[in-house]
């Protein structure tokens, strides 16, 4: 018996601790928006990734003229004068994939850009959400944004804004997404 009421009241106490956790959230999309410096940047990357994609697309749209006119020649061209188009053709291709690879690719030159313009951003709104905690003695930090599921959230969790004031900006509840 005695044993039976020692577990329930260890059950009751480990319960008690777990509804004692303090919870908020931070929607870091929304407080991102309020960086100057990260919009500068989102600019940057796009028309980066632009230019690099239009560098792709010509690529593509001269070996694409390459085979049309290969195609077109190739009743009349020797089969050395074939074989030597072929290459040409497969050669320009593998470059123009690599050229891809290299721009859009995992760890390519792309991504490489966005983790030095943005890491260091993101890199201190994470020391604003840390230092909030500790002030506020919270538990946990969810991040709205990502892909935790919220059926319901209680604004007053919401902590996004503590977050853009500590990070030295003023809130504007017109970016906000709901």
């Known amino acids: 018996m005695k044993r039976i009421i020692g577990i329930i009241v260890l059950s009751v106490v480990a319960s008690s601790a777990t509804f004692a956790q303090r919870f908020a959230y931070v929607d870091t999309e929304y407080v991102l928006k309020h960086i100057p410096e990260?919009?500068?940047?989102?600019k940057q990357l796009d028309a980066l990734s632009v230019q690099w994609q239009e560098e792709v697309?010509?690529?593509f749209a001269e070996i694409e003229k390459l085979y049309k006119s290969y195609q077109e020649d190739q009743v009349l061209l020797s089969e050395e004068m074939r074989r030597k188009r072929e290459d040409e053709i497969v050669l320009k291709e593998r470059e123009a994939k690599e050229f891809q690879r290299q721009k859009f690719g995992f760890e390519g030159d792309l991504f490489n850009e966005r983790v030095k313009l943005v890491k260091p951003i993101q890199d201190r709104v994470a020391q604003a959400i840390q230092a909030i905690a500790t002030d506020q003695s919270l538990d946990i930090i969810l991040d709205k944004g990502s892909e935790v599921t919220f059926?319901?959230?209680?604004?007053?969790l919401d902590k996004s804004n503590d977050v853009i004031t500590r990070l030295g900006y003023k809130p504007d509840p017109s970016l906000a997404e709901n």
């Open 38 to 42: 990260y919009l500068a940047a989102q």
């Open 57 to 59: 697309d010509n690529r």
């Open 151 to 156: 059926l319901y959230a209680n604004p007053r």
